[in-house]
């Protein structure tokens, strides 16, 4: 799902992200529940959409993320987000991911769940 959202909105779980301007956000199908690391959360991570770099807002959900898309040209809902790997000139490494949230590559890779497509390029 792609949505504007106007300053001052809460978004996500807990309500703790509050828009800080008029932002256009995208709800990802994918959550903790798929492997996607909680800490991630709150801008600590981020997601590649359309070859830019989205990045998360709010907490983390079971089944869902939040990105901020403000400025990323026609994302519309259906597009392909990156959670690790290379879109354009942007790559988001499984080292990248272990660096943000104080783990190993291993740990990473092993909590992706079945639900997930995986691609090669």
Avoid at 4 to 10: D, K, P, T, Y
Avoid at 28 to 35: E, F, K, P, T
Avoid at 85 to 99: F, S, Y
């Amino acid at each position: 799902m792609v949505k504007a959202v106007h300053r001052g909105e809460l978004v996500g779980y807990d309500n703790v992200f509050c828009a800080p301007h008029a932002m256009k956000i995208a709800a990802l199908s994918i959550g903790y529940a798929d492997g996607i690391p909680r800490s991630l959360s709150c801008g600590v991570g981020r997601v590649l959409v359309n070859g830019q770099g989205a990045p998360i807002v709010g907490l983390v959900c079971m089944d869902q993320t939040i990105v901020d898309v403000t400025g990323i040209e026609n994302v519309r809902q259906g597009d392909i987000a990156t959670v690790i790997g290379k879109e354009g000139d942007e790559e988001i490494t499984v080292v990248d991911i272990a660096r943000q949230t104080e783990t190993i590559t291993n740990e990473v890779l092993s909590r992706l769940g079945e639900r997930l497509e995986r691609f090669r390029n």
